[in-house]
């Protein structure tokens, strides 16, 4: 009896100090990725590549939508309020961006089983792409700059973004809105003014 309650505390010390040296892993993860902070797209230069799973059950890619232009937008979750009027917003501009013959994607650090739920809450008909919410996972994020904001509601996506990518894979416009979301006359009015003359019938 002596023995096993030596062996347990022994197991209960190992524990704790696994414990607490995961804790400090994840703590210094999130440190070293919120410093490493990534220059904010700019217009003119060519668009980060990417390949991410989507609420349409496949991987979506920049190379794969290459030839029409792209609306790429940046949420910090499909769970936040702000993040689902951006969410909602975008639906309610589709039939407009459609006739610029432009596709649409979101990007959430969220999963892709959080993503499909909210899709369908939302009655999104445009795909959801997730990089999901692990420490040092968010390379497309941090490739267009949006994770790493200087502003006050730190997370893992700093704030709603809205890219425009031409059919040559070349960002035309890029707004940010930390904390708050882009109405859809917004995100026509960025289109518009960044692609309206090339991009399609409008």
Do not use: W
Request: glycine share 8%.
């Amino acid at each position: 009896m002596h023995i096993d309650t030596r062996a347990q505390r022994r197991r209960g010390l190992i524990l704790v100090v696994a414990t607490l040296t995961l804790s400090l892993l994840v703590v210094a993860g999130v440190i070293v990725e919120r410093s490493a902070r990534t220059p904010l797209v700019q217009v003119g230069q060519v668009a980060p590549g990417f390949s991410l799973p989507s609420t349409n059950g496949g991987i979506q890619s920049l190379a794969a939508a290459r030839g029409r232009p792209l609306i790429l937008a940046f949420v910090p979750s499909v769970q936040c309020d702000f993040c689902r009027a951006q969410l909602r917003a975008l639906q309610a501009a589709l039939p407009d961006l459609h006739t610029y013959g432009a596709a649409v994607f979101a990007v959430s650090a969220d999963t892709p089983a959080v993503q499909r739920a909210a899709a369908a809450e939302l009655g999104l008909a445009y795909p959801l792409l997730s990089e999901g919410p692990t420490v040092n996972q968010h390379p497309v994020g941090s490739a267009y700059g949006v994770y790493h904001l200087r502003q006050r509601h730190p997370g893992p996506v700093d704030a709603n973004a809205i890219v425009v990518i031409d059919a040559n894979g070349i960002v035309r416009a890029v707004r940010v809105r930390p904390g708050q979301q882009m109405s859809a006359a917004n995100v026509l009015d960025i289109v518009d003014e960044a692609i309206g003359s090339e991009g399609g019938a409008k």
